[in-house]
């Protein structure tokens, strides 16, 4: 979106080629174990194996991310990296009882992704004063950080709520680090010259969230209007 960003799936170069071509093949793995995920009981086995890869495949994920943003430094592509980690990591800690440390934990998260949302935006602003990128670019990278930020400080203020909301919480972290996950490769695919209209690439994966979170609000009553930024 802006910054170099070389697309040519047959020439992974400035890339390493394991840590391009993993990337793509994590990444599939990745979305197939969140579908199984979410299409699944949720809390049996099949459920749990599918999460855990899921997450265990984004921690791979922001490995080989992190590897290629030291080559070719991408601002969009390292603010889906923080989130990505940011609300999965976020998700895992709203299912463990409260404790000091979980606490401490959260509010550390919370900290990282408002410095890496200010980070961002002290580099996208500037591009867009410049002319190189439009407004809505950064606009649009920056809405599910600030939905998950509004969502901490929804979660801290009802803290003593924690049991009831933490499956709500639970969810909709998975749902909004899947929806940034899911994004990567069609901005990807749409940049590299697919008929994908940008708007369909880049605002298409946050209806998709949204739908889930009203999908999965009516499926099992749990998550309150409340709770849909959390």
Same mark, same amino acid.
């Given at each position: ?13 400035? #890339?390493?080629?394991?840590? $391009? %071509?993993? =990337? #793509? ?13 979410? /299409? ?6 099949? =459920? ?9 495949m984004c921690?791979?994920?922001?490995? !080989? &991310?992190? &590897? ?9 592509? *390292?603010?889906? !990296?923080?989130t990505a980690? $940011?609300?999965?990591?976020?998700? %895992? ?7 000091? @440390?979980?606490?401490? /934990? ?7 992704? *408002? ?11 500037? @591009?867009?004063? @410049? ?38 919480? =639970? ?11 899911? +994004? @990567?490769?069609?901005?990807?695919? /749409? ?7 940008? &708007? ?14 009203? %999908?999965?609000?009516?499926? #099992?009553?749990?998550?309150? +209007?409340?709770? !849909? !930024?959390?």
């Open positions: 979106m802006f910054g170099p960003d070389p697309i040519d799936f047959f020439d992974p170069a400035p #890339y390493g080629a394991l840590a $391009y %071509y993993g =990337h #793509y093949l994590f990444g599939t793995i990745a979305l197939l174990g969140a579908f199984v995920a979410f /299409a699944v009981k949720k809390g049996k086995g099949t =459920h749990r194996i599918a999460g855990l890869t899921f997450v265990v921690g791979v994920l922001s490995l !080989t &991310s992190i &590897s290629m943003l030291a080559v070719n430094f991408i601002p969009p592509l *390292a603010m889906a !990296t923080v980690v $940011y609300a999965l990591v976020g998700g %895992y800690l709203a299912l463990q009882p409260a404790s000091g @440390a979980v606490k401490r /934990a959260e509010i550390g998260l919370f900290a990282f992704e *408002a410095i890496g949302l200010a980070v961002f935006l002290s580099i996208a602003i500037p @591009a867009v004063l @410049a002319g190189i990128i439009p407004p809505i670019a950064p606009v649009v990278i920056a809405i599910i950080p600030v939905i998950l930020l509004a969502g901490d400080v929804h979660w801290f203020l009802r803290s003593e709520d924690r049991i009831q909301l933490r499956l709500a919480r =639970h969810l909709n972290r998975m749902i909004w680090a899947f929806v940034v996950v899911v +994004r @990567a490769p069609i901005v990807e695919i /749409a940049a590299a010259g697919a008929p994908i209209p940008a &708007s369909v690439a880049i605002v298409g994966p946050i209806i998709l969230g949204l739908i889930m979170l009203w %999908y999965f609000q009516k499926k #099992y009553g749990q998550l309150r +209007r409340q709770a !849909t !930024t959390t």
